[in-house]
């Protein structure tokens, strides 16, 4: 008997391996506006979070301008690279494979709509998700709009939907959805992390998220 109706990904992390580029984006724009340097660890922790949410977690109130040239050069740094991301192994064949199972599928995620669109049709992937919300659309991670808005758009209840992220904020925006929590340690942050935030499942590797996944829709 198949536990769930709609599943919902995030995107960085969850099915791009794409933390290190962000990371290096953020890293060097920061250099670049002239803010205090951040670590590789650093920069990882707020993945998931809208970009203007991350310059407050990581920075605190910066005059505007600070904040407008981190923006801009983090977008230029990022953009100038990402033909180069990759999907893990296995995560496109698994997301075919569900949509075939007729289970329907979303993405959440901390992205700007330009990026998600830009990335699913890089993946060839986008005919396989019935929504997206991005955070140009709705609160950012944590906060539970865009699982709520999705639940609404696609009529399926919070017991019947599962989140898959590979960080906290995903797994909080999850339990402030009511929804079923899934993360995954292979992206941006580790197991012994994501165990803090109490996700109902963790996994450690596609292979094995994949073949749960398939025999629970």
Request: with cysteine; charged share 20%; net charge negative.
């Amino acid at each position: 008997m198949k536990q769930f109706d709609l599943i919902v990904w995030d995107w960085d992390g969850t099915i791009a391996d794409s933390t290190g580029l962000i990371s290096q984006a953020l890293i060097k724009a920061a250099e670049q506006a002239g803010l205090p340097g951040l670590t590789e660890a650093r920069a990882r922790s707020i993945i998931g979070l809208g970009l203007r949410e991350s310059i407050e977690v990581l920075f605190g109130d910066i005059p505007e301008f600070q904040a407008q040239a981190l923006v801009s050069n983090y977008n230029r740094n990022y953009y100038n690279n990402e033909n180069n991301i990759v999907l893990f192994e296995g995560i496109a064949e698994t997301i075919i494979a569900i949509d075939r199972k007729g289970c329907k599928q979303a993405v959440a995620t901390g992205k700007g709509r330009r990026g998600l669109n830009t990335a699913l049709q890089q993946s060839g992937l986008a005919r396989c998700f019935n929504a997206t919300k991005t955070v140009d659309e709705c609160f950012s991670k944590p906060h539970p709009q865009m699982l709520d808005a999705l639940m609404d758009e696609l009529v399926v209840m919070p017991e019947r939907t599962l989140m898959i992220g590979d960080s906290q904020y995903d797994m909080q925006m999850g339990k402030n959805a009511g929804v079923i929590t899934a993360a995954v340690s292979y992206g941006s942050q580790t197991a012994e992390h994501l165990q803090q935030y109490s996700p109902d499942y963790l996994f450690h590797d596609v292979a094995t998220l994949s073949a749960w996944l398939l025999e629970q829709t």
